[in-house]
DNA sequence: GCCAACGTTGGC
DNA sequence: GCCAACGTTGGC
């Protein structure tokens, strides 16, 4: 799952236990974090439009998606008009914090690592802020961080 | 249903 | 700040 740093970074989510993951408007993120995730899995926190951009820590999925409040909330910048609570269209998942990399494992490190190059972060154009990554691929980027 | 215009993402 | 790539919107 990517963010800002400068918005919400591993530190904030340190800092906070948890998280709501709201704000996501994007079929194919939403459909992730519906479909493809639950209570116990394992994500990677990338920091996107960093310096430099790369995963900076781990964090668990404590509550499967659930309708998205931001969708219904007139007030909010993600206020999405034809939401309903019988029909919330974005759902997120919470998540919580595992842990701070003890070092970024940076884009640029991720490239030039064979084993990772089928990566989705990598593939051309793939701007989608949740993304999959496969069990080699995830235990590739532990073996990175922590060696 | 097509597709041009527009907005967003995110690395550089 | 630039811009490639992609998603969404809305007129037709």
């Known amino acids: 799952m990517k963010s800002e740093p400068d918005v919400y970074g591993?530190?904030?989510l340190?800092?906070?236990g948890q998280t709501f993951w709201g704000g996501v408007r994007n079929y194919q993120a939403r459909n992730f974090m519906t479909n493809?995730?639950?209570v116990g899995s394992q994500v990677?926190?990338?920091h996107s439009n960093a310096e430099p951009p790369g995963v900076a820590g781990l964090m668990k999925v404590v509550s499967?998606?659930?309708?998205?409040p931001t969708a219904l909330d007139a007030n909010s910048e993600y206020f999405?008009?034809?939401a309903t609570p019988e029909n919330p269209i974005w759902k997120?998942?919470?998540?919580?914090?595992?842990?701070?990399f003890p070092r970024?494992?940076?884009?640029?490190e991720i490239r030039k690592n064979p084993k990772l190059k089928d990566m989705a972060l990598l593939q051309k154009g793939s701007r989608l802020s949740i993304q999959p990554v496969t069990d080699s691929e995830f235990g590739e980027i532990l073996k990175m961080a922590r060696g």
């Open 10 to 12: 591993i530190e904030d």
């Open 14 to 16: 340190q800092r906070d």
């Open 36 to 38: 493809d995730m639950a």
């Open 44 to 46: 990677l926190f990338y």
């Open 64 to 68: 499967e998606a659930q309708a998205d």
């Open 80 to 82: 999405e008009p034809k």
């Open 92 to 100: 997120c998942v919470t998540v919580k914090f595992v842990e701070k």
């Open 104 to 108: 970024l494992v940076s884009l640029e």
